[in-house]
């Protein structure tokens, strides 16, 4: 998995490719281990698989944007990964932008 981590004024964007699962989740949340901004995004537009490890991790990453106060938001996410995410619930769960 690739992930590209961009910081503009207050939002953080954290832009994932391939697959998030048991063995790159753990990438992803070290990424946002000292959260400083107002907003995190995390675009899953190049996504093509996510795994319950996966779904674990954005939770982590809301945790620690709702610790700091910033707001959270999936955007972008694939329509398989956007249909993982629908059938466990997330998407009541995490606010998602989809265009």
Not at 14 to 20: N, Y
Not at 65 to 79: E, H, I, L, M
Request: overall charge negative; hydrophobic content about 40%; glycine content about 4%.
């Amino acid at each position: 998995m690739n992930i590209l981590k961009v910081k503009d004024k207050d939002c953080m964007t954290i832009a994932l490719e391939g697959r998030l699962d048991t063995v790159t989740a753990p990438e992803m949340v070290e990424t946002v281990k000292e959260l400083d901004c107002k907003e995190l995004v995390v675009d899953l537009e190049k996504l093509e698989y996510i795994s319950s490890a996966g779904l674990r991790a954005l939770l982590v990453c809301k945790k620690a944007a709702d610790q700091c106060g910033a707001s959270f938001c999936v955007k972008n996410p694939t329509q398989p990964v956007f249909e993982v995410m629908r059938m466990s619930g997330f998407d009541k769960v995490l606010t998602i932008q989809r265009d």
